[in-house]
């Protein structure tokens, strides 16, 4: 005989067992219905085949400040470049500097004879005062009526004239000592004692360090970044780890037809007069643009300086747009023409766009999954 106990344990059990099944299919078909709905709003070649919006990842271009570094190798140069030529046709007696020497103002580069000169001033003088005295008599002598205007007038013509030539003896008296008009380094020198130098003949170029210029070799794909004013940054081979800044004062206007480079010019103060001509270093100079900005990856197919992008409208539907582009830094890049702010563009999932799509922008695509 039967025991209506286990009859009743034995139908509880099938219960759980039919109710433990049921909730596996329907956890089963749930994230089967999941993993669908998955595939078909994220798989942009599922979408297309069933007709759904196409997934993609969208954001606004918006006004940004971009920040981008462009680095360039070069070598220190003078300033400004002066060339001392011969004022007076001399014997050269010393020459007390030589290539490489660091003048300062007023200090001696080449000492003339200047004996020829002392006598020539002396003479000038004596003729001056001589010319002088030659002026009081015949204003005298015109006053008594014993002489004419015309003699007057030519004695103070002389007297004018003798000054003048005291003058320029004195001046010709000092271009006996060649003198260093500024901070500077010698670059040449064309001249030795015992030589007798000629009225305009070059003796020396100096090249001025109180300031400097780092002359940066950048690229011409990178030049068009630069302008004048921009901050740089100035790392040498002669003072490691140390940082001299300065900005841009000038960019070359023709490109090294070997290197594919500018030159651009950045002037820095040299306190202490330590950067000398001819130290290498890298320059780092720093470009600040504000203007209209994309996220890097929405630029398809750039040719020059122009690129494609797909904006998407209010209705969810994809155009292609050309646009005109500048910096890239960062991440983003500037637009410069074809886009207003506030357009949204489409940042991931555009490869299988065409005009006139429909999207359904910021789901979750595989492109987030880590």
């Known amino acids: 005989m039967t025991d209506p106990h286990e009859v009743s344990h034995s139908a509880r059990g099938r219960l759980r067992e039919i109710s433990i099944g049921l909730l596996i299919g329907f956890c089963t078909l749930a994230l089967v219905v999941w993993a669908a709905f998955h595939v078909f709003h994220t798989n942009q070649l599922v979408a297309a085949a069933i007709h759904l919006p196409l997934p993609v990842e969208v954001l606004p271009a918006t006004v940004r400040t971009l920040h981008v570094t462009i680095g360039a190798s070069g070598t220190v140069q003078p300033a400004t470049t002066i060339v001392i030529t011969a004022r007076d046709s001399a014997r050269v007696l010393q020459v007390p500097v030589d290539l490489g020497n660091v003048v300062k103002p007023d200090d001696l580069l080449a ?54 030539a005291v003058v320029q003896a004195e001046i010709d008296l000092v271009n006996t000592k060649v003198r260093s008009p500024a901070v500077a380094v010698v670059l040449s020198r064309t001249v030795n004692p015992g030589e007798n130098t000629a009225i305009g003949e070059q003796l020396f170029q100096l090249g001025t360090i109180d300031d400097v210029m780092m002359l940066a070799e950048v690229s011409e794909d990178q030049i068009g970044f630069v ?5 740089g940054e100035v790392g040498t081979n002669a003072f490691p780890g140390e940082t001299f800044v300065g900005s841009v004062v000038k960019i070359g206007a023709d ?97 299988e766009l065409h005009e006139g799509d429909r999207v359904r922008a910021n789901l979750s695509g595989p492109w987030n999954n880590k």
């Open 227 to 231: 302008s004048l004013g921009m901050r």
């Open 255 to 351: 490109v090294s037809t070997t290197t594919r480079t500018f030159g651009v010019y950045i002037r820095i103060g040299n306190k202490g007069l330590r950067l000398k001509p001819g130290v290498t270093g890298y320059a780092r100079i720093v470009a600040n643009r504000t203007g209209l900005a994309v996220i890097s990856t929405a630029i398809i197919n750039p040719v020059g300086d122009h690129a494609t992008v797909f904006v998407v409208d209010q209705n969810s539907v994809a155009h292609i747009r050309q646009v005109r582009y500048g910096l890239i830094a960062e991440g983003l890049t500037q637009i410069l023409d074809g886009l207003r702010e506030g357009e949204r563009v489409v940042t991931v999932g555009q490869q």
């Open 111 to 164: 000492a003339l004879d200047d004996r020829v000169f002392v006598a020539s001033l002396e003479t000038a003088k004596v003729t001056a005062v001589h010319a002088d005295n030659q002026l009081s008599r015949m204003e005298a002598l015109e006053k008594k009526g014993y002489g004419s205007p015309t003699d007057t007038e030519k004695a103070r013509t002389d007297a004018v004239a003798a000054h003048q």
